[in-house]
């Protein structure tokens, strides 16, 4: 389990994930665990929340996706989908991803769904409905930037789900 969350704000974007991994009820690592990362041109971060094996593979699978597609976030989101949920071996992973670049965040799912939310906020994994509630309290405090926000708001998931730290990777793209 983890905590993925995506912030968009004043022409900027955040994406934020915590660092420990776990196998089961057990943690493995309290720190080191990375699943957030640029990928194709370095214009488009992403974040995983799920297996890791299957998360990494997804993140593998979409930047073939971005080549192909001459790094179209939404048309590469969409293909990877529809792999996602035709595909027999595909179809057996277990993550979610966040995908983002200057333009368009997308939360991807196993089920074909590719969604855009309306005010730029994604929270995904086990702490996410708490980075993403915390983040929407931020989001008007005009003096916070969009990474202060992510920090923040992974800080509270951290406080609350046992299942998130408060080592944090953060990658935006302006």
Known sequence: MTTILCVRKDGE?????????TLGETVIFKSHSVKVRRIGNSQIIAG??????????????LEA??????????RAAVELAKDWRTDK?????????IVADKDV????????????????IIGIGSGGNYAFA???????????????????????AG?????????ITVEKVS
């Open 89 to 97: 071996y595909l179809r057996q992973l277990q993550a979610f991803m």
């Open 65 to 74: 996706k971005l080549e192909k597609h001459a790094y179209q976030l939404k």
């Open 134 to 156: 915390a983040a929407k309290a931020l989001i008007d405090i005009p003096q916070m930037k969009a990474e202060e926000i992510a920090r923040k708001a992974l800080k509270i």
């Open 105 to 120: 965040s997308l939360v991807i799912s196993g089920t074909g769904e590719v969604m855009e939310p309306d005010d730029g």
């Open 13 to 21: 974007v955040v994406m934020a994930g915590d660092g420990q991994a």
């Open 159 to 167: 406080d609350i789900d046992v299942y998130t730290n408060h080592n």
């Open 48 to 61: 995983f929340a799920g297996t890791a094996a299957d998360g990494i593979t997804l993140i593998e699978r």
